[in-house]
């Protein structure tokens, strides 16, 4: 377990049945990725994920991100200003939970798309009573499933 922690860059988890609870994950840049997990049946929880500074001014590429494994749980989170939130590119099933998604940002990319959740792999992923708050309504989504998966 990984718990109450603030952490500057990435968190990557690649060991299954890890939980990552009650920390603030910080970064930003056109490339950078807050939480990579690589492994099964993992639990982020009480986590807020947000570029560091003012709200708005910087943007991370990736929230959290699923890379591989299943069984990913998304519990009471507030994840925003990344230009995709959760990106969902795994094996098996997400669920996100009581979680906050807000405000999209391309900051650190301007030409990039903002998701709040992209979908490129898994299947079954379930939203429960989470919160997605997507502000613009042109070419960007609050959850962007993937045609070609």
């Not at 603030?6 to 930003?28: H, K, R």
């Not at 009480?46 to 990913?72: D, E, H, I, K």
Request: glycine share 8%.
């Amino acid at each position: 377990m990984v718990s109450n922690l603030l952490v500057s860059g990435t968190i990557t988890v690649a060991a299954n049945n890890v939980t990552i609870s009650g920390c603030q994950i910080e970064n930003s840049g056109s490339s950078a990725f807050c939480i990579v997990v690589q492994a099964s049946n993992c639990t982020i929880q009480n986590c807020t994920v947000v570029p560091p500074g003012a709200a708005g001014s910087a943007s991370a590429y990736m929230g959290v991100v699923a890379q591989s494994g299943g069984g990913l749980v998304i519990r009471s989170c507030d994840i925003s200003y990344c230009e995709n939130n959760v990106s969902l590119n795994n094996d098996g099933s997400t669920i996100i939970e009581t979680s906050y998604l807000h405000d999209a940002s391309a900051a650190s990319n301007p030409t990039g798309h903002k998701d709040c959740v992209e979908v490129y792999g898994g299947s079954n992923h379930t939203f429960i009573r989470s919160k997605l708050v997507h502000p613009f309504y042109t070419e960007t989504s609050a959850v962007n499933i993937a045609p070609w998966w």
